[in-house]
T-cell receptor
Framework: AQTVTQSQPEMSVQEAETVTLSCTYD???????LFWYKQPPSRQMILVIR??????QNATENRFSVNFQKAAKSFSLKISDSQLGDTAMYFCAFMKQTDDKIIFGKGTRLHILP | DAGVIQSPRHEVTEMGQEVTLRCKPI?????LFWYRQTMMRGLELLIY????????DSGMPEDRFSAKMPNASFSTLKIQPSEPRDSAVYFC????????????FGPGTRLTVL
């Protein structure tokens, strides 16, 4: 069975700083997808970024980028120039290539301080 | 597009009562997912449908839970009888159903069972 582990339950950083959220996963699959979802206080789940395991290049979306280390089964999220609106719960998630089920980590609560 | 619509947004009920949560997926989406979010267990997939057919219900906690999708634009998750441990936020999500397509989440229903 696949598992997703987020070792940082909570983090705080100052506005404009860069922050990295950690995620590791366990799977015997060779092809899969990884995601970072954001859940702000409004409770809405929003997809932040997505990585296909077969791609060596790390995905980026504006201020958000990932460091995907397939051999180490690590998938960290970097937020550059953090903004107050980035305050949210962030979930790392895994999906097999042959499935539609998403396995979520327990989340990291991120506070951006003014 | 209105996005995934869930109702009610909040539900407070007493133990033993029947609870029905409703979801309208994004028009044109073929896959629908029901998730439960709690502090202890995080975000868990309960069941998902593809073209109105249940594909995987292995996450449904017990026989008190049932889900239906009578047509492409409507799904229900029913709990009968409800128990205090069912208190959680229940999310519905939908996707195009293409391989590994993005899931779009509704705003969730916060259920409190007294």
């Amino acid at each position: 069975a696949q598992t997703v582990t987020q070792s940082q339950p909570e983090m705080s950083v100052q506005e404009a700083e860069t922050v990295t959220l950690s995620c590791t996963y366990d799977t015997s699959e060779s092809n899969y997808y990884l995601f970072w979802y954001k859940q702000p206080p409004s409770r809405q789940m929003i997809l932040v970024i997505r990585q296909e395991a077969y791609k060596q290049q790390n995905a980026t979306e504006n201020r958000f980028s990932v460091n995907f280390q397939k051999a180490a089964k690590s998938f960290s999220l970097k937020i550059s120039d953090s903004q107050l609106g980035d305050t949210a719960m962030y979930f790392c998630a895994f999906m097999k290539q042959t499935d539609d089920k998403i396995i979520f980590g327990k989340g990291t609560r991120l506070h951006i301080l003014p | 597009d209105a996005g995934v619509i869930q109702s009610p947004r909040h539900e407070v009920t007493e133990m033993g009562q029947e609870v029905t949560l409703r979801c309208k997926p994004i028009s044109g989406h073929n896959s629908l997912f029901w998730y439960r979010q709690t502090m202890m267990r995080g975000l868990e997939l309960l069941i998902y449908f593809n073209n109105n057919v249940p594909i995987d219900d292995s996450g449904m906690p017990e026989d008190r839970f049932s889900a239906k999708m009578p047509n492409a634009s409507f799904s229900t998750l029913k709990i009968q009888p409800s128990e205090p441990r069912d208190s959680a936020v229940y999310f519905c999500a939908s996707s195009l159903g293409l391989p590994r397509d993005e899931q779009f989440f509704g705003p969730g229903t916060r259920l409190t069972v007294l």
